[in-house]
């Protein structure tokens, strides 16, 4: 059960792709049976719009529950085969069915929201040690146009250490230094600080405001045009 509850943190369902993947809807969930242990079992797995996860394993002959899978101090080679068999199934059907939802602030849903439907672009994590960083890319140039991060206040230099979510966007470095206050706009984090601007996403710069930047970011990142391109 810790490996369920461990897997499906900050996922958020895709309910047709539980359909591809093979679940089919009944009521209010989403049910998918498999066999394992060369048909000795059958797993059902069953998922509610609620995002909750619970399966469950019995016998194919005697009807009867199996739960060694679950007991971390269970050992011998066919409980273990039972446990890798069932691991492998769920951690398929969490990257399959379930998008990563990462990030919880108002405001970076709304990017997120703008970002798909405008440029038809979604974020790519690309770092398994750092989870909570993701980035979007042109499809054209392959080159990052937006960085959504988790980081301490601190970290930007103002007083505090609780998690706040950031934005990193290219920008034309005349005009960071217009704008650049610290409060609001900082230098890029973790980035060419001459190219690059964070913004906090604690509502202290509007909506709108942002998806301009976030344009303004895409045009930058575009591939850059020949010198002996016809004009």
Known sequence: MMLTKALFRDRVL???????????????????????????????VKVSKGNEVDTKIVDSESGEEYVLHLVDDAVGEFVGSIR?????????IESFC???????????????????????????????????????????????????????????GMEGHEIIEILDLRIKPEELEEILDERRYFFGYHMNK??????????SVPLDEICRRIDLSYELAAKKKSQHAKS
């Open 98 to 156: 379930f998008d990563k939802d990462i990030f919880k602030s108002s405001q970076a849903r709304e990017i997120i929201k703008y970002i798909r439907e405008k440029y038809n672009d979604d974020l790519e994590y690309l770092w398994d040690m750092f989870p909570k960083y993701a980035v979007w890319r042109r499809k054209d140039s392959r080159k990052w146009y937006g960085i959504l991060l988790t980081v301490s206040m601190d970290k930007l």
């Open 14 to 44: 895709n309910e047709e792709r539980l359909i591809d993947y093979g679940f089919e809807q009944s009521g209010s969930e989403y049910v998918y049976t498999t066999t394992i242990a060369k048909g000795q079992m059958q797993l059902t």
């Open 194 to 203: 001459k190219n690059w601007l964070t913004i906090c996403l604690n509502n």
């Open 84 to 92: 890798e068999e069932y691991e492998n199934i769920m951690r398929r």
